[in-house]
């Protein structure tokens, strides 16, 4: 359980974006020393607000973009000694949106078919199709939306056309990538128990991307918070959402909407928007939206400190600052 | 697994109501009387290139200087023998139109075909590829917009001789600027759909992303263009031949026919006004057909 599947070592991506007319370039740090480890049959939920490099971060799993800097193992293997196809045999995504993420041209057969047509597996074409047909079984789809196109689809249908086509190579690792946003509250919950029962049945390791947290409470086993391309708070599940350290983190699980009536919005107290992450603030970087920052914050960056409850960026839990 | 399989299995039956885009597609087709009407007179001048040998009553090339000028049959003077008259050379007009939907088609067809194949590939490619590639294309197509056409043409026909091949050529190697612009701003707009990136993580190799994932879902784009230049490829052929640069005598073009026209223009009318009407007639045959592929093929809710 315990053994590092996926690992990753102050991994960074930067981003050159252009400054505005003769002002060249500068860095974008959308990645800035993510350390993590992802383990063998772990639900890891990685969350944060929109832009803080959540996706990004899926995207160097999945080999589709290179790290900058540091270095992503799988099973102790650097990724970029993976070609790309051994890497999509044991890595496989899954999408937010499944009106996106489907070919409107081809059939249901041939989206879930084009892994195994593309890495030459069944290349008997009946073998192909009863492998295809058995894998959309596995996850609720009948037969006969075989020749179907994903626009005869519901939205939870597509999505479950997704998860057989990243299932039906057998990988050993799903990076979801909001896999349950754009659906309706009703299939949603359909998509995560599906989800769950097939990580059961094929020994699968998650890397969950959500803004959900509900969502990553009821699937994670593990949390990782992040915020502006670090991870500032990691913990198990349980850990996490009972005695949350981090002040983001706090104020994240604060800012979660009830459907209890009365009780109106939630105030995050964050106060002062979403920094700019071409100029991040000096030294914490979240201290100009915390409750409780302190004047070290605003000159030196926190060091992870680790401990039996997981992993925290806070000044706040260091005690050689105090 | 099975204590939720219930509820899935209602949700399944419940939607599955959808036709196929197939399916969708016929229907829009059939309810767009533009689309029907263009691809109908398309469909006639097209049969009548093939059918020339039978339809056409003479020899198109017939020199009968005894008969010059013979009006067409709604004239007093008119004959079933030519009736559509003939010309200044005695040859028969109708055969001369007839035969002439060839050279226009053929024209069309072949300069469609080779502004095609440059400019979707140039425009897919930057497109796809971004960066370096598409600073390139873009360059390349800026320089393409800044030569005039006609000027180009015309210069290099004079210099080099004309012939039909040669107009083909040059027209060919002029014409595909709008393919490439619209090629490639569709494509960047599919690049970055999840489709996309699905199929890269798959492992799938680049040409076959892009002739799996992205050709089919911007070949809506490429009919589009490809019947509009095709119209405006023939007209452009007219028009060179009319300035004695295109097709050369004695080949039966419409565009040369209402250029040898012209001097008769007001004693003997149908010279000019028979080419024209069927230049006319093709040519907006094939804009209602490229309009009615637009709408027809334009994501729901738009036309």
Redesign the interface.
Same mark, same amino acid.
């Given at each position: 359980m315990s053994e590092a599947l996926l690992e990753l070592v102050e991994v960074e991506r930067r981003f050159s974006v252009s400054a505005g007319l003769f002002r060249g370039r500068r860095a974008l740090h959308a990645v800035n020393g993510v350390s993590l480890a992802l383990r063998r049959g772990e639900v890891l939920g990685l969350v944060g607000e929109s832009g803080c490099g959540k996706s990004t971060l899926g995207r160097m799993l999945l080999g589709l973009m290179p790290a900058s800097a540091g270095e992503i193992r799988l099973e102790g293997r650097p990724l970029a000694a993976f070609s790309t196809r051994e890497l999509a045999r044991r890595v496989q995504p899954i999408f937010q949106d499944p009106y996106s993420s489907l070919n409107p041209r081809k059939t249901v057969g041939a989206i879930v078919g084009l892994p195994l047509a593309v890495h030459g597996i069944e290349a008997d074409a009946r073998a192909r199709r009863k492998r295809v047909q058995e894998t959309m079984e596995r996850v609720g789809l009948p037969p006969r939306f075989f020749h179907s196109y994903p626009n005869q689809l519901s939205g939870g249908q597509r999505q479950r056309v997704a998860i057989a086509r990243a299932l039906v190579m057998r990988p050993e690792i799903l990076i979801c990538d909001e896999p349950t946003s754009a659906l309706d509250v009703s299939v949603q919950s359909q998509i995560l128990n599906l989800l769950e029962d097939m990580r059961r049945e094929f020994d699968l390791t998650y890397l969950l991307i959500s803004h959900n947290l509900a969502v990553v409470e009821h699937i994670a086993t593990r949390v990782a918070v992040m915020y502006l391309g670090r991870i500032v708070e990691e913990a198990d599940t349980v850990q996490l959402f009972r005695a949350p350290r981090h002040p983001y983190t706090r104020a994240l699980l604060a800012s979660v909407l009830t459907p209890e009536p009365g009780l109106g919005v939630p105030d995050t107290h964050l106060g002062v928007s979403y920094p700019n992450p071409l100029d991040p603030p000096p030294g914490c970087t979240f201290h100009p939206r915390c409750g409780e920052a302190m004047p070290v914050c605003r000159e030196r960056a926190p060091a992870a400190l680790a401990d039996v409850r997981g992993r925290v960026e806070c000044h706040l839990y260091d005690n050689a600052v105090k | 697994?099975s204590n939720?399989?219930a !509820?899935?299995?209602a949700? %399944?039956t419940e =939607?599955?109501a #959808? @036709? =196929? @885009?197939g399916e969708?597609l016929r229907r829009r087709i059939r309810g767009h009387a533009g689309l029907l009407i263009g691809a109908g007179v398309l469909a006639l001048i097209v049969l009548m290139a093939f059918a020339a040998p039978w339809l056409a009553p003479q020899d198109p090339y017939a020199q009968d200087l005894a008969s010059r000028l013979i009006p067409p049959l709604w004239h007093e003077n008119g004959s079933w023998v030519h009736p559509l008259g003939t010309d200044m050379l005695g040859r028969d007009y109708l055969s001369r139109v007839v035969y002439g939907s060839r050279i226009s088609l053929l024209i069309g067809f072949s300069v469609m075909l080779i502004s095609g194949v440059i400019g979707a590939v140039l425009g897919i490619v930057a497109g796809y590829f971004g960066g370096r590639t598409d600073l390139v294309v873009t360059y390349l197509i800026t320089v393409r917009l800044s030569l005039p056409v006609i000027l180009v043409a015309l210069t290099t026909v004079a210099l080099a001789g004309s012939s039909l091949w040669m107009v083909i050529l040059v027209l060919g190697l002029l014409k595909w600027d709008r393919y490439a612009v619209v090629l490639r701003s569709a494509t960047q707009q599919v690049r970055n %759909?999840?489709?996309v !990136?699905?199929? +890269?993580?798959? #492992?799938? @190799?680049t040409w +076959?992303v892009i002739a #799996?994932?992205v050709l @089919?879902?911007v070949s809506s784009h490429l009919i589009v263009v490809a019947t509009l230049e095709m119209g405006s490829a023939i007209l452009l052929e007219a028009a060179l031949s009319f300035l004695g640069l295109g097709v050369q005598p004695p080949a039966p073009s419409w565009g040369l026919m209402i250029s040898e026209a012209k001097g008769y223009m007001f004693f003997s009318p149908w010279l000019i006004s028979i080419p024209g009407l069927a230049l006319f007639a093709l040519v907006l045959a094939i804009n209602l057909l490229g309009d009615g592929v637009r709408d027809v093929t334009a994501p729901e809710g738009r036309s």
């Open positions: - | 697994m939720h399989a !509820t899935v299995d949700t %399944l =939607s599955f #959808g @036709p =196929s @885009p969708l %759909l999840d489709y !990136t699905a199929a +890269r993580a798959i #492992g799938c @190799p +076959r #799996g994932e @089919p879902n």
